[in-house]
């Protein structure tokens, strides 16, 4: 008992809360906690003290498979943030989504993770948008590798929340499509490549629900569609 205490103690208080806090907010599955500590907006993120070299191992202690491994990664992207190492923030925050993604599809009947995945992707596009911007600053030229790698894993997302059929609609990960189509859209425009767009829509326009959504992201996808329609001439649409 006593060496566990030590144990425990030779981590940051800070770090262990944090952490807890993290499992509660799994446990209860509060989606909108979690969203918040796993936010890169989020006051905990400028806090020194979560940053430990043990940090990993006290994940796996304390969590579960893959939320270990979110985490962790996310203790890690705060700390390359701080340390002004983009890059690194970048890589880490492509791990959050895929471990929480992972950990999400196994989550049957349940959509109460949406408003993490909504969090963690859009943290995802800015890091990368971020890197981009810092590659055409450093090497005076444009690369877009790191914005195409984060529209990938977010493809991904979308295809776990449209693929949310059988579910009763009330559980369904299908409310999370037009959020994700919004930042897939935001980073296809940036590369140019608006062909992409093109099953996006058709998805949300065949959908059952495209009237349900809520209305903020109705209006950025009815904002992203017309400026499509306006790349592509057609007047009567935009």
Known sequence: ENSHVHYIMSYS????QYLNQVERALQIKNGYELSELM????????????QHDNAESLCQNLLESPFDE????????????????????????MIVVQSFLKGFQTQKEENWGLPVLFTVVLDLRLL?????????TVRKKKDSETLERAADTIMSCFRVCVSDNRTSLDNSKRWGTLAIVNQLFKIYFKLNKLPLCKPLIRAIDSSDIKDDFSISHLVTYRYFVGRKAMFDGEYQTG
């Open 13 to 16: 208080q800070d770090l262990y």
């Open 70 to 93: 979110m985490s962790a990664a996310h203790i890690r992207c705060a700390g390359a943030v701080a340390n002004g190492n983009i890059e690194e923030a970048c890589a880490c925050q």
């Open 39 to 50: 936010s890169m907006k989020d006051s905990h993120v400028q806090n020194p003290r979560l």
């Open 128 to 136: 990368a948008l971020q890197v981009e911007s810092l590659h055409v």
